[in-house]
């Protein structure tokens, strides 16, 4: 009888021991859920909780990289507190709205998914290092970030962290900036001045110089063209490009991708002024794009092309004739 308690005494020991592991494994669980991210599907709207950002040394290099999107001018800037890469004061968050997290706006939640790729406009494989120093030289007109440096290291942080809220293998709904309708007729800037008069200057300025804040770091609203503006040969200086955007976020104390306020051809022909390389200076290039040419993007504004139609065309439209000829021709057309 008693080795009978002694065995009843092992056994429920065992069990006891089996319970805590279990419990302590749960809660460990929860813990490590706390701070990752919730992974969605491709139908649902994704929406980033910086909450749960870790509290660690990776978390401390996610957090900064946020910031470096917030406040890119303030670190490094033509001022920066530690380095001056950027040739001006905006920041990235001016097109990649939310620190890149906001849908329909330049969307970087799958970007860490979607490199190395290949990228026509360089023509060539590009990693994701790379492509952020694209962004720092071309819109933000700078110097490249070293691959090794403290800066780099945080972008990349960042955006490998919130690429755990983005569906895998899935396009998701906000990925990309809405699409727009072309017109029959070609953008115009003559109307897009008007329409700018309307919708535009009482944030970015009569003159597109927008508003810079009250300590000179950086903008409140970024300017739109001019010496300290973005590059010819970015994405906003294609007009489809920055039509597309146009629609899902402007003007931005109104407009939703849901319920956007201007129409396809509105934006279109803000985009043409805003564009317009006749009246709107913008810094210097001394390289342009596309080393080929069948690979071009038919809104990019800069000859040689693989068709008949001008530059003009090219950059205005209107696109449709454009894109009857390409497919005519089984090419692939990009915008």
């Known amino acids: 009888?008693?080795?009978?308690?002694?065995?009843?005494?092992?056994?429920?020991?065992?069990?006891?021991?089996?319970?805590?592991?279990?419990?302590?494994?749960?809660?460990?669980?929860?813990?490590?859920?706390?701070?990752?991210?919730v992974k969605t599907n491709a139908d649902s709207l994704i929406a980033v909780?910086?909450?749960?950002?870790?509290?660690?040394?990776?978390?401390?290099?996610?957090?900064?990289?946020?910031?470096?999107?917030?406040?890119?001018?303030?670190?490094?800037?033509?001022?920066?507190?530690?380095?001056?890469?950027l040739g001006?004061?905006?920041?990235?968050?001016?097109?990649?709205?939310?620190?890149?997290?906001?849908?329909?706006?330049?969307?970087?939640?799958?970007?860490?998914?979607?490199?190395?790729?290949?990228?026509?406009?360089?023509?060539?494989?590009?990693?994701?290092?790379?492509?952020?120093?694209?962004?720092?030289?071309r819109p933000h007109n700078g110097k490249p970030l070293p691959l090794d440096s403290k800066e780099m290291i945080a972008f990349l942080s960042y955006l490998k962290w919130i690429n755990g809220y983005s569906p895998k293998a899935k396009k998701f709904k906000g990925e990309k900036n809405l699409e727009v309708k072309f017109p029959e007729v070609a953008a115009s800037s003559e109307r897009g001045s008007v329409l700018f008069a309307e919708f535009c200057?009482?944030?970015?300025?009569?003159?597109?110089?927008?508003?810079?804040?009250?300590?000179?770091?950086?903008?409140?609203?970024?300017?739109?063209?001019?010496?300290?503006?973005?590059?010819p040969g970015s994405s906003m200086h294609r007009i489809i490009k920055q039509a597309q955007w146009l629609k899902g976020n402007m003007p931005q104390d109104k407009a939703t991708w849901?319920?956007?306020?201007?129409?396809?051809?509105?934006?279109?022909?803000?985009?043409?002024?805003?564009?317009?390389?006749?009246i709107h200076k913008r810094p210097g290039v001394k390289d342009f794009d596309y080393p080929i040419i069948g690979e071009k993007a038919i809104d990019y504004g800069i000859g040689p092309f693989v068709d008949t139609f001008s530059e003009v065309q090219h950059k205005y439209g209107p696109y449709q004739p454009i894109l009857s000829y390409w497919k005519s021709k089984n090419l692939k057309a990009v915008y």
């Open 258 to 278: 849901e319920k956007p306020v201007l129409t396809d051809e509105q934006a279109l022909d803000i985009a043409a002024f805003v564009n317009d390389d006749k």
């Open 1 to 37: 009888m008693k080795k009978y308690y002694q065995v009843i005494i092992y056994f429920s020991m065992i069990l006891i021991a089996f319970a805590c592991f279990i419990s302590c494994n749960s809660n460990n669980q929860k813990d490590k859920a706390s701070s990752t991210p």
């Open 201 to 231: 200057s009482r944030c970015h300025g009569p003159n597109g110089e927008g508003v810079m804040r009250a300590d000179n770091v950086t903008y409140v609203y970024p300017p739109l063209w001019g010496p300290t503006g973005y590059q």
């Open 49 to 85: 909780d910086t909450s749960k950002i870790p509290a660690d040394k990776f978390g401390e290099a996610v957090r900064y990289g946020r910031q470096l999107m917030l406040n890119t001018a303030y670190y490094i800037g033509p001022e920066g507190i530690n380095g001056k890469y």
């Open 88 to 137: 001006n004061k905006m920041n990235c968050t001016n097109c990649h709205q939310d620190a890149g997290t906001k849908l329909y706006s330049f969307n970087l939640t799958a970007s860490h998914d979607n490199y190395p790729q290949y990228r026509a406009r360089e023509g060539k494989v590009l990693t994701l290092a790379e492509r952020v120093n694209n962004c720092v030289m």
